[in-house]
């Protein structure tokens, strides 16, 4: 027996010796949750960006346009320069595709909306799904530019 399968077994036969039985399911992230997890350490959990690194969302021209765009960029990642308010940023968006669900994206947008664009329409696990399909064969990382 491996030492990872000895280690695995000596766990399962510990969480058998608890007194009391799990009886319920964690409850499951919030958008809020995942955006303070894969988000604020470069957006910032107020939503203010990093200086010439990356951009504010909190006032984020994007959020007056279509969700499409952003569900695009949290799926593809975006590299290269952008302005903002005059301001230039240089950093990497990681793309969440691989990282992040359907439902989990749209539950970080209308979080997003939530706080810094009330009444936005709100984002759905449908309209999610049918945007990755359509970016399914585009390349990670596009430039600003080049998701126009």
Same mark, same amino acid.
């Given at each position: 027996?491996?030492?990872?399968?000895?280690?695995?077994?000596?766990?399962?036969?510990?969480?058998?010796?608890? !007194?009391?039985?799990?009886? +319920?399911?964690?409850? @499951?992230?919030?958008?809020? %949750?995942?955006?303070?997890?894969?988000? =604020? &350490?470069?957006?910032?959990?107020?939503?203010?960006?990093?200086?010439?690194?990356?951009?504010?969302?909190?006032?984020?021209?994007?959020?007056?346009?279509?969700?499409?765009?952003?569900?695009?960029?949290?799926?593809?990642?975006?590299?290269?320069?952008?302005?903002? !308010?005059?301001?230039?940023? +240089?950093?990497?968006? @990681?793309?969440?595709?691989? %990282?992040?669900?359907?439902?989990?994206? =749209? &539950?970080?947008?209308?979080?997003?909306?939530?706080?810094?664009?009330?009444?936005?329409?709100?984002?759905?696990?449908?309209?999610?799904?049918?945007?990755?399909?359509?970016?399914?064969?585009?390349?990670?990382?596009?430039?600003?530019?080049?998701?126009?």
């Amino acid at each position: 027996m491996s030492r990872w399968a000895r280690a695995a077994y000596f766990c399962l036969l510990l969480s058998a010796c608890t !007194e009391e039985p799990l009886t +319920s399911i964690p409850a @499951p992230l919030t958008g809020r %949750d995942i955006y303070l997890a894969k988000c =604020a &350490a470069c957006h910032q959990p107020d939503g203010n960006g990093i200086p010439n690194i990356c951009p504010p969302l909190s006032t984020s021209p994007r959020l007056d346009g279509t969700s499409d765009e952003i569900i695009r960029i949290i799926l593809l990642g975006m590299k290269g320069s952008i302005v903002r !308010e005059g301001k230039t940023y +240089s950093g990497i968006m @990681p793309a969440w595709r691989f %990282d992040l669900g359907d439902v989990q994206i =749209a &539950a970080v947008v209308n979080d997003v909306y939530s706080r810094w664009k009330p009444g936005s329409p709100e984002v759905t696990e449908e309209q999610v799904r049918r945007i990755r399909d359509e970016t399914a064969k585009k390349k990670l990382f596009p430039t600003e530019a080049e998701l126009r």
